[in-house]
């Protein structure tokens, strides 16, 4: 199973990802998380992501897909702890300006 | 074993960001291959890296199925976030981590060459490698 901390905040809940990659490997058990949130409806979810040091393709479908579900269902997403290969992947594929990015979880909760 | 390469690779190249960029293309290369190469019937992949004072090569080799490079959705233009799908970012991936990509067919193999040409990279400094977008 995808290492992984489930919590709630204030109505939020906070997706920690313990994994150092969020890759093709990982993501088919992120995708099960994925389902078990969307059915929860329009919530508010914080994607915690600072123990990812790598992340592919598959990583980032499934963060864009956990954002755009939400967000149809009247819920949202916001991400935080991105760095390092993240980073740069998301600065590449320009999703540092279409998500809300934040630099850590309790960042992401403020105002939420 | 790759990312140790590609972390010494980007050491003595001097290259600044080089690292990440030869992981990314290494991964969305490789699940490539699997996904759609290999897809029926697993295989071996192999993997080159060649490296000089002017360039580094990171060439993927398999004997799978082969697929059409040029309609693989490989566009240039950065996704919008609501057309973003998997297969297409990855090849999108590939592109802009590296300088020039190609694709040939020969005889019963796939060859993917994925080249960075090291004048494009900033020196790496004592600063961190990642964000530069140069490199």
């Known amino acids: ?112 | 074993m790759v990312r140790a390469v590609c972390l010494r690779v980007e050491r003595d190249a001097g290259c600044a960001g080089l690292e990440w960029r030869l992981m990314s293309a290494y991964n969305e290369a490789f699940n490539n291959i699997v996904e759609h190469a290999y897809a029926v019937t697993p295989g071996e992949v192999e993997v080159v890296l060649l490296v000089d004072d002017e360039e580094v090569v990171l060439r993927m080799i398999d004997h799978g199925a082969g697929f059409d490079f040029d309609d693989a959705g490989a566009s240039d233009q950065v996704p919008a976030l609501d057309s973003l799908s998997e297969g297409g970012m990855g090849l999108f991936i590939i592109r802009n981590a590296m300088s020039s990509v190609t694709y040939e067919r020969r005889q019963d193999k796939n060859l993917l060459t994925m080249t960075k040409t090291l004048s494009e990279c900033a020196a790496v400094s004592s600063a961190t490698s990642h964000g530069d977008p140069r490199c």
């Open chain 1, 1 to 112: 199973m995808l290492k992984h901390e489930l919590t709630e905040q204030a109505g939020v809940v906070v997706l920690r990802v313990q994994e150092e990659n969020l890759d093709a490997l990982t993501v088919p058990e992120a995708r099960l998380l994925v389902e078990q949130l969307v059915e929860r409806g329009g919530i508010k979810v914080v994607f915690e992501m600072t123990a990812v040091k790598v992340i592919d393709s598959s990583g980032v479908a499934i963060i864009v897909s956990l954002f755009k579900r939400l967000r149809a269902l009247g819920g949202a997403v916001r991400v935080a702890g991105v760095s390092g290969q993240p980073k740069d992947i998301f600065a590449m594929l320009r999703l540092d300006q279409a998500l809300p990015i934040f630099p850590t979880a309790d960042e992401a909760l403020k105002g939420f």
